[in-house]
């Protein structure tokens, strides 16, 4: 469970989320807009998080949550939104955080109901710019259960451990 962020980007505001929402044709989860709100994005701890069905890969660690206005490009929301815009990304495909590893996100789902989040590994996809839902791989159920997902080194340890004596 999350426990601290550090790193964050200077505070945003509820016009400045309304902005980006509305620049991007978007709705943000409510839990989302209170984290941005509260912490504006930046290194979380735990940082470990669960990922389903990504074979010899069970847990992902998230390298930074972007924010809005952020005081780096690379972990502004709007700037890496804008960089899957020429692509074939399907709108609704929002990306919220990068694990630091070959430039692999995490991803809210805002396309139906439920707002999942997901892990996006986009190594095959910056290899051909051909979007496949095989690249996206559940992770929890929403915003909020992702930060309740979050685990500490040692929680992972355990928790590989005793799946690899079943």
């Given at each position: ?12 505001t509820?016009?400045?989320?309304q ?22 994005g930046?290194r979380?701890?735990?940082d470990?998080?669960p990922?389903?069905?990504?074979a ?7 390298q ?6 952020a005081r ?5 929301l709007?700037i ?6 020429p ?7 929002l ?5 630091g ?8 789902d805002?396309?139906?109901p ?14 051909n710019?051909?979007?496949n ?5 559940p ?12 685990k500490?080194?040692e929680?992972?340890?355990l ?8």
């Open positions: 469970m999350l426990s601290r962020v550090d790193n964050q980007n200077a505070a945003t509820a016009v400045a989320i902005s980006f929402e509305a620049k991007n044709r978007i709705t943000l989860p409510n839990a989302y807009k209170i984290f941005l709100l509260n912490t504006n930046g979380p701890t735990p470990n998080f990922i389903a069905n990504l010899n890969n069970q847990f992902g660690r998230i930074f949550l972007y924010g809005v206005g780096h490009p690379t972990v502004d709007d890496v939104l804008n960089e899957y815009t692509s074939s990304v399907p709108h609704g495909i990306p919220i955080g990068c694990t590893y070959e430039n692999t996100q995490i991803i809210l805002l396309r139906g439920g707002e999942p989040v997901k892990f996006f590994d986009s190594i095959p996809f910056w290899g710019n051909i979007w839902e095989s690249y996206l791989y992770v929890a159920a929403d915003f909020a259960a992702l930060l309740a997902s979050l500490t080194d929680e992972v340890d928790s590989v451990r005793a799946g690899s004596e079943n």
